[in-house]
């Protein structure tokens, strides 16, 4: 069976977000310089150097969230700035200059472990491993066969997938595969229930935005399975001094991720329920997609080798620490970080063979060079503004400030707090921008009542992969609705609710899991 599929019609969908992105953008370009200028020439009761920081990450935050211009240029810019502004204070006599200060705080193990863990993902994509997963999964006795099972299947294998690679990436590598399920289906749907286009079923929407949901709350199992992750990560080590361990962070957010997969199901069954239970005809089109792959092919055996090599890097140092072996003649290995292992796993893709006869390895460079580097600077631009804000001294006045203007106490009303600002910004912006918003504002404010701010930067962190209404909010979320499968009104009334639900969730496995975590 050989399926063709035309580019769904959106029109009027896109029509209505082009015109949303015009008006923000539009925005974007007077707001954000307007309001640094402002903020620069009005006197403050702070000095000279918190106003001018206070000026900077004003502009930064607005640009971020209206995206007038990319957030990546966005960030390079951020960084020139602090310099031309002369914002951290340096000891001169000493040698110190405000340039060295700025790029020496975009430099960290956070950087490296980004750019491994891209690289990696990108051999995935290159090598087709992802969607040779994505088929297996959903050839498994059973899945096919059950337009709920379907579904399920579809979210769970982009949480799975997301935990290692992008959001975006494992949304864009299933929505392919889950249009052609449901076109494949079109004729069986029809029959079942009456509805001419396939496109256009609840069954269909389920699918899409299980893929979009999956992806996001999967990204949450592992530090590199969202760039808001490892952002949250760098705050935390540079800001806090707190270094979070591969293990210690999936056994925070395993039951956290569970949690909320078994309710964004729930939740998507609720708004969404499929016209049909049963789906006879879906084993022969996956059959069909798994002839097509053929047998693994020596990238992908490579690839699974590399990416063998830095989950043993990512975990053995942290199993290795609590035995003997690790205090003694084996105390190298247990001081490998996150990052050295990235970058030392995704080294081997360009040294293991795919033919040693023409010298061809696994991975190019032509190839790695495409991954996200816009990310890579907005990851090093949120690091610098953190180190700014402690060098200055404008994270103590934050604190204060929004301690005694909200009459915030306690550790429950700051992780809340902390959850909901992320979950409101990543509404409007993507997931790193609001980690790069509410980290740096939240840091200070714990400090201020005596708290530990490991707590709400992790809740930040967390949600901040919870932008669930609109296509705006999350990459995932804008590639599904590209399939025209997804009603806009829809879309945001399941994301709505699985907002609430999901920010009392993670507010309270926050203050669990952690306090019960190798890091309380």
């Given amino acids: 069976m050989t399926m063709t599929f035309s580019q769904p019609s959106t029109a009027i969908a896109e029509t209505s977000e082009s015109r949303f992105d015009r008006i923000r953008t539009t ?74 200060f700025v790029y020496s705080a975009f430099s960290s193990s956070t950087i490296f472990l980004v750019i491994g863990g891209f690289i990696l993902a990108r051999a995935m994509t290159v090598h087709g491993l992802d969607k040779r997963f994505a088929l297996f999964v959903l ?147 996956i059959r069909e997609q798994k002839a097509q792959l053929g047998a693994m092919t020596r990238g992908e055996v490579n690839t699974v080798i590399a990416f063998g090599v830095g989950v043993v890097l990512w975990i053995g140092p942290s199993i290795l620490a609590e035995t003997t072996l690790g205090k003694g003649p084996l105390a190298w290995f247990t001081s490998i970080d996150i990052g050295t292992a990235a970058i030392l796993a995704a080294s081997l893709l360009f040294v293991l063979p795919v033919s040693w006869k023409n010298r061809e390895f696994t991975l190019s460079w032509r190839q790695a060079v495409k991954i996200d580097w816009g990310t890579i600077i907005l990851v090093g631009t949120g690091l610098v503004l953190g180190a700014l804000m402690d060098n200055t001294g404008l994270a103590e006045v934050v604190g204060i400030s929004v301690v005694d203007g909200l009459g915030l106490q306690g550790t429950i009303s700051v992780t809340i707090l902390s959850v909901v600002l992320a979950i409101v910004i990543s509404e409007m912006a993507s997931n790193t921008a609001a980690v790069g918003v509410v980290a740096p504002i939240i840091i200070p404010i714990a400090t201020a009542i005596g708290m530990d701010p490991t707590l709400p930067v992790l809740a930040a962190i967390f949600g901040a992969s919870c932008g669930f209404m609109l296509p705006v909010s999350t990459p995932p979320n804008a590639i599904v609705y590209g399939s025209g499968m997804v009603p806009i009104l829809r879309m945001f009334r399941t994301g709505i609710v699985f907002d609430i639900v999901a920010s009392f969730v993670i507010a309270g496995g926050v203050l669990v899991t952690v306090n019960f975590s190798t890091l309380s």
């Fill in 27 to 100: 925005f974007g370009f007077i707001a954000a310089p307007g309001a640094m200028i402002i903020l620069l020439l009005i006197p403050l009761p702070i000095t000279n150097h918190q106003q001018m920081l206070t000026a900077l990450m004003t502009f930064v935050f607005i640009a971020w969230i209206t995206e007038p211009i990319s957030i990546p240029v966005t960030s390079l810019l951020a960084l020139g700035l602090a310099v031309l502004l002369g914002i951290p204070e340096v000891d001169a006599s000493a040698g110190e200059s405000v340039a060295k």
């Fill in 139 to 285: 050839s498994i006795p059973g899945v096919a066969r059950s337009t709920l099972r379907v579904a399920i299947a579809f979210g769970l294998i982009a949480a799975l997938i997301s935990a290692f690679v992008s959001n975006s990436a494992a949304a864009a590598m299933l929505l392919p595969i889950g249009v052609g399920i449901v076109r494949a289906l079109g004729p069986e749907l029809k029959e079942l229930t009456g509805i001419e286009n396939p496109g256009r079923t609840r069954f269909a929407t389920m699918v899409m935005l299980m893929i979009a949901y999956g992806a996001s709350v999967g990204g949450l199992l592992t530090p590199i399975g969202s760039t808001a992750n490892v952002v949250g990560l760098g705050f935390l080590e540079q800001q806090v001094g707190v270094s979070v361990g591969f293990v210690d962070w999936f056994v925070m957010t395993a039951p956290l991720s569970a949690a909320l997969f078994v309710l964004m199901c729930a939740v998507l069954y609720i708004f969404n329920r499929p016209e049909t239970r049963k789906l006879p005809g879906a084993h022969a089109y």
